[in-house]
């Protein structure tokens, strides 16, 4: 690992007056070689990097504690002071790097991924925007404030979000229905709020895409992504394949679910429970019992991956379980400073805890393998080939299950994820769908929104009915934060499960050993290589339209067949 030199970690970087002299001292520095740019450019990294670390630390505690008012208050005075002036800092940076003669002397091998984005970054910065931008963050934590103090009062308890999904795996049909009646109730207390922050954001966003000289938010989104490989029609071509090949499958697996159930109509309390009876599956009780077992199925599969897991029990690296006023979902975040990931998720005990759990140590390995380079930049990927790493290892993990469950239940889990694997990409496709038409139509109504939301789940959704709930399947929406916080950012975790479903079957035809090494050879590419070339370096093609889509389904659909029921 490279040690920084340029700036110290003792340095506050939540406070712009300490930042400020150095910014200036990179944008004053003279430039008479080769050599003087690429020393310009570790250097920026040294620095960019504690400043990211600074927020991500704010963003991690503020995340943890969505109650805590100082927690709060320091992410959002990081946010307004901060990172504004680090925006057009950068952007200074930037045009000072694209525009030296001594850019196109760098090799290009190295530096061109680099460059590239570096003047996409020039050409899309608009000083106007920056407040624009501070503004939507703190809209977005507003979001996180409010989805994260939601919680039901359920059989004598108060329980959170994640808590209550334990009771839509219960065999007590009635109880299911009276568990999910009480979050779509809760959920229902807050849609007019959720709708409120949506509406501003989706004005903000409009107003950044005009002035940086976009007709809308949806194509300056897609080049502020530096989505260089693919374009808008491309995301359509994904649609209609999931349409054509995937929706199909859902649905038949749904017309299965209910059968085996014997209900007719499927309800939306019917999803997650085991269709032969048996008890919900519970691979830990503890959040220490899952890491103490993850620990054991990453050391069988590859030391060197074990080894950086284990590291992330020191340091303050792990926030698993849930708890009144943690914000929801799951991430794993890079300190990128000190180099050591973070992961945080809300852990009730559920298979899907699980899968959450060794999803988020695919990205913690893929920092850990890319964390030797010196440009930042590269010290991150593509989102479409970070969510490969993260995915991949989802399906690598199936041998070890039994560190989890006995053999049957084993069985049940590679089935269970393996056919959620067709309602998530159905759901992606929604989503992403669903934004194209937000920010295509940002003048639209609220009552536009939703009649748009439930046509996109007429073309993607399965078969449960809704009837006497059509006000929450109309708002269900509201639970996928990438639509508030990270536009267009969800698409990724479909092209990336195209991918992770290449890496599985070569792990499965070549064996593993040859699969995982393929892997970790990507990941440490980290993002120094067009997107691709990562893929090729794993193994994977870079595609999803019908026809490669079509070949991953039939090998998912082979293996549901060879598994016992």
């Known amino acids: 690992m490279t040690t920084a030199t340029f700036v110290s970690a003792d340095l506050d970087a939540t406070k712009w007056e300490n930042l400020a002299p150095l910014y200036q001292s990179l944008l004053e520095r003279t430039l008479n070689c080769q050599k003087c740019l690429e020393k310009l450019l570790l250097d920026r990294s040294d620095l960019d990097a504690l400043v990211s670390e600074a927020g991500a630390n704010l963003y991690i505690t503020m ?23 680090h925006k057009k800092a950068s952007f200074e940076l930037d045009k000072k790097v694209a525009e030296s003669p001594h850019a ?20 899309l910065f608009r000083e106007e925007n920056v407040p624009i931008q501070t503004e939507l963050a703190l809209l977005d934590q507003k979001y996180s404030q409010v989805v994260g103090a939601m919680t039901c009062d359920f059989e004598g308890e108060t329980r959170t979000m994640p808590q209550m999904q334990r009771y839509l795996e219960d065999q007590d049909r009635e109880l299911r229905e009276r568990a999910w009646k009480t979050v779509s109730d809760r959920r229902m207390q807050d849609k007019d709020t959720l709708d409120e922050i949506f509406d501003e954001m989706i004005g903000k966003r409009h107003q950044i895409a005009l002035n940086a000289g976009f007709e809308n938010f949806r194509d300056y989104q897609h080049a502020a992504m530096q989505r260089y490989d693919y374009t808008p029609d491309d995301c359509a071509t994904f649609h209609q394949a999931i349409e054509e090949v995937v929706v199909p499958l859902r649905r038949k697996l749904d017309e299965e679910r209910a059968t085996e159930l014997g209900v007719d109509p499927m309800r939306p309390w019917d999803g997650a429970v085991d269709v032969k009876g048996r008890d919900p599956l519970r691979p830990f009780e503890t959040a220490d019992e899952l890491v103490d077992r993850s620990s054991r199925a990453f050391h069988r599969m590859d030391e060197e991956l074990a080894g950086y897991f284990d590291s992330l ?25 000190s180099r050591k990931p973070f992961i945080f998720m809300n852990a009730a005990g559920l298979h899907r805890d699980l899968e959450t759990m060794v999803h988020e140590a695919g990205h913690a390995f893929h920092s850990c393998l890319s964390d030797h380079d010196p440009i930042l930049a590269y010290r991150h990927s593509p989102i479409e080939f970070a969510e490969v790493a993260s995915m991949s290892m989802e399906l690598l993990t199936y041998p070890y299950l039994d560190e989890f469950y006995d053999d049957n239940e084993a069985n049940r889990a590679r089935r269970e994820h393996l056919e959620a694997m067709a309602r998530t990409l159905s759901w992606i496709a929604q989503v992403d769908a669903f934004q194209h038409w937000i920010y295509l139509n940002p003048t639209h109504t609220r009552e536009d929104r939703r009649a748009q939301w439930i046509s996109l789940e007429n073309r993607f959704g399965g078969t449960a009915s809704w009837d006497g709930f059509e006000d929450a399947h109309e708002h269900t929406w509201h639970r996928q934060l990438h639509i508030f916080g990270i536009p267009f950012y969800y698409i990724e975790y479909g092209i990336a499960q195209l991918g992770a479903l290449q890496v599985w079957l070569n792990a499965k035809r070549n064996g593993e050993a040859s699969a995982i090494k393929a892997y970790k050879e990507a990941l440490g590419l980290g993002g120094s290589k067009p997107l691709p070339q990562l893929f090729e370096a794993a193994g994977c093609r870079f595609d999803f339209g019908p026809e490669i889509v079509g070949e991953l389904m039939d090998a998912v659909t082979e293996e549901l067949e060879s598994l016992p029921a």
């Not at 002397?105 to 590239?116: A, E, H, I, M, P």
């Not at 029990?313 to 400073?337: I, W």
Request: hydrophobic share 25%.
């Open 63 to 85: 995340t943890r504690h969505t109650d805590d008012e100082a927690a709060n208050k320091a992410y959002e005075a990081f946010v307004q002071s901060v990172e504004p002036e």
């Open 104 to 123: 196109e002397k760098l090799d290009q091998d190295r530096y061109g991924v680099l460059l590239r984005g570096t003047r996409t970054s020039v050409e």
């Open 313 to 337: 029990r020191e340091g303050d690296c792990l926030d698993l379980a849930t708890r009144k006023g943690k914000a929801p979902g799951g991430y794993q975040y890079n300190r990128d400073f």
